[in-house]
């Protein structure tokens, strides 16, 4: 695999390979990466590009990075993989340790899988054996608000946001959840009563049947990368306990630093009964996602019965491996001054671009910087511009942002915006 990437490896991708959310006809252009390093890419055709993505918020620690090489070759040196049903083993037992210290204290309990979906899929399972352990059976709904984005599995699905989600792809085949109004609360705004309005009634009205509210605290990711208030997470929770539902926060995306806190819900102060953690847990290295939940819902299940889920790839040593190296360059707390410098730097660089009548808003939150767009990008047309600046960004829809790698270096990431910058006012410039 050292050879070149040629033409003729373009045509058969092109041909028989799936890319995400794609078709195999499509028309918007195909970078080969040959290799990376630090917050670069090295394309086939020789251009490097500095990486806006982390590639999909999971590359913190930045490309081929030599700790956690090395960790994985160690690792490799010894195992690789080993079934998890009836052994265990250090890698596994030291992610879960470090994974406990970490997350909110009430998690205390971990369930390791192959990715955020499924993790997901897990918390779902989690909550609903809860309710039947406990002999309430009737709780089996899931109540979630708009605009969320949880995985591409049926479970994942059937909360993602009822209109721009794939619900109308799966018609009959999803199961049915509750919706409610996205927070209206926006990060920023003071905070007032009336905006958990909705959430209370609907809450009130079907706690009997909901097992589980689940959220993305603080900031709503794939759906429409929405940032919102942490006094309304705050009463969300205090909501649920009122009720007897329990509380799942998807921090696959917000975790591990990404907002300015080690999770996102340490803005409101409060902890879940049950967290899903992913993507950036491995450092970006390897596919791997937790799902965390609190001594009393294990005790409760393990009472009664499993926990009825069990990967083949179930806490891979070389991705546990992976997981540890990357907690370990955490902990050393380096990302705490890297996040907020570049939150500062984002908020100065990014508000140039609303000099552009096409451009809406611009949000920054930590780490994420987000340009909303009067209308929706046309992929086929813009993809390709970002390498022509140097960088790579990959909008959707109205949504061109970035979630940089925690290390890039102030000069880097002011040419990333101002890339963004370059190709906005090329394309849709005011006059
Ligand atoms: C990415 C994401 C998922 C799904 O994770 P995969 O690893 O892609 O399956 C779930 N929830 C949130 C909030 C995500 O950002």
Sequence with gaps: MNTPFTSSDFEFDARHIWHPYSTTNSNVELFAVESAEGVRLKLSDGREVIDGMSSWWSMVHGYNHPEMNKALKDQIDRMSHVMFGGLTHKPAVELARRLIDLTPDSMQTVFFSDSGSVAVEVAIKMAMQYWQCRGETGKTKMLTFKGGYYGDTTGGMSICDPENGMHHHFTGILPEHYFVERPACKWGDEFEEAYIEPFK???????????????????????????????????????????????????????????????????????????????????????????????????????????????????????????????????????????????????????????????????????IGVVELKEPVVMSEIQSEFPKEGVWVRPFGKLVYVMPPYVISDEDLKFLCQGIYKVLDRMYGNN
């Design 201 to 367: 009634q609907q809450l009130e009205a079907l706690s009997g049947q909901v097992a589980a509210v689940i959220v993305e605290p603080i900031v709503q990711g794939a759906g429409g990368m929405y940032f919102f208030s942490p006094e309304f997470l705050k009463r969300v929770k205090e909501l649920c306990d009122e009720h007897g539902v329990l509380l799942i926060h998807d921090e696959i995306a917000t975790g591990f630093g990404r907002t300015g806190k080690m999770f996102a819900c340490e803005h409101a102060g409060i902890e879940p009964d049950i967290m899903c953690v992913g993507k950036a847990l491995t450092g970006g290295y390897m596919s791997m996602a937790a799902t965390l939940c609190t001594a009393h819902v294990s005790d409760t299940i393990s009472a009664k019965e499993p926990m009825m889920h069990g990967p083949t790839f179930m806490a891979n040593p070389l991705t546990c491996a992976a997981g540890v190296a990357s907690l370990e360059i955490l902990g050393r707390g380096d990302w705490q001054h890297q996040v907020a410098n570049i939150e500062e730097i984002l908020q100065d660089q990014l508000s140039t671009c609303l000099e552009l009548d096409i451009v809406q808003e611009v949000r920054v939150l930590g780490g």
